[in-house]
C-alpha cells in the first residue's frame, strides 16, 4: 500500500483533545504501514514547508493556514466539524472523514442497544435483579415502536438496517430526498416534512453532522413534535443538543428518557446534571470508534491519491459543511 506513495511522507498529528494522545492512539500504525514516516506533533512541527497532511482531532485553530505545502486534511472521525470550526481553515485542501464499515457496526450496535435499552425497560429489570425481584412489564412489540433516525447517512442507513433486522419500523431523515434507499425505510426530507417525521418516531436517532443548520436541532421545537413519552438517543454531537430544553421535555413527561454519548462539555463535568437523572444514560462518546489501523490506512491511500491528481472517495463538501 505504501508503494502507492513516491517516498515516506510527513504527516502532522494536530490534536487537541484532553482525552487522546494522538502518537499513542496512532502513531505505531502509521510507523508500521510505512516504515521512514515523519511524524510531526503541534509542540514541536519542525520546518512547516515539510508537511503534507494533517491528521486532525480538534485540531490547534491557525495552525493549518500556516503549512504552505500541505495536501490532505484527515479527519480522525466520520465527523469533520472539529475542522470546520477554525475560522483560518484553507479551504482549497480536501478534507476527508473516515468511512468505514467498523464505525457503521460499531453505531449499529450502539443506536441498537440503545433502543432496545429504553424500549424493552432494561434498566427497570436491572433495578428489580439487584433486589432479586421477579416482575414483568407490559410487552409493547418492536413493530408498534418506530424509530426516526435525523441524518440518514452512511451511519444513520447502518442502524436503519439492524433495528429492522430486529422488527423495528424505521423512518429516516434527511435536507434532500435520497435515491436508492432500501424498502423498509421510509423517508422524509426537508423543513416541509420534518413534522411528519417527527409525529411517528417513539425514538429519535440524532446522526446528523454538525453544522451551522443543525446546531441547536434537539430543542423544544423538534420535542414538542414527537409523540409524548419518545426517546431520545444523540449519538451526533453534544452541540446539536439543547440541554436546558432536554430537561424540561423530561420533566414535562413529553420526553421519556434520553440516552446521550456526546456533548458539549467532554469530558462531562462530574457535577453535570445528567450524570444523576435517573432518565438519562451517559456514555462518554464511545457509540463508534475508529481503528487506528484503518484511520492510518485511509489517511495514507488519500494522500497517494492527492499526489496522483485523484479526488478521494470520503472528501467532503466544505461547502455543506459534511
Ligand atoms: P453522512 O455525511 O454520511 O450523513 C449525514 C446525513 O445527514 C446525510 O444523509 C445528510 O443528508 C443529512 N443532513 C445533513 N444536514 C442536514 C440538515 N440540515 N437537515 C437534514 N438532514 C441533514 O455522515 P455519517 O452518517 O458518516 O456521520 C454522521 C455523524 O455521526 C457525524 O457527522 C458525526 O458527528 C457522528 N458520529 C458520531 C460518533 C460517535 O461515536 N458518537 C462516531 C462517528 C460519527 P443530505 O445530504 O440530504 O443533507
Redo the contacts with the bound molecule.
Sequence with gaps: MTSDLPKPPCIALLGTSPTLDLDAFIGDQFRALSPGIDLRFPQDLGCLEDIEAALCWFPPHGVLKKLPNLRLIQSL?????HITADADLPRTIPVC?I?DTT?EE??ASYVTWAVIQHHRGMRVYQANAAEAVWKQQPTVWPRDHRVGI???????LACARALSSVGYPVSG????P?ADLPPYVRAF?GEEQLGDFLAECSSLIC?????D??RGFLGAKVFSQLPRGAHLVN???GAHLVESDLLAALEGGQLSGATL??FSQEPLPKDHPFWADPRIVVTP?????TDPRIIAQQTLENLALILQGQRPPTCADLG?G?
Design positions: 472521525s466520520a465527523g469533520i466539524d472523514r468511512v464505525v460499531g453505531m435525523a441524518g440518514l447517512g452512511v451511519l444513520g431523515w434527511n435536507s434532500r435520497k426530507h446522526l446528523l453532522p454538525l453544522t443548520q443543525t449519538v451526533a454531537r454519548d456526546a462518546h464511545i457509540a463508534a470508534h455543506q459534511y
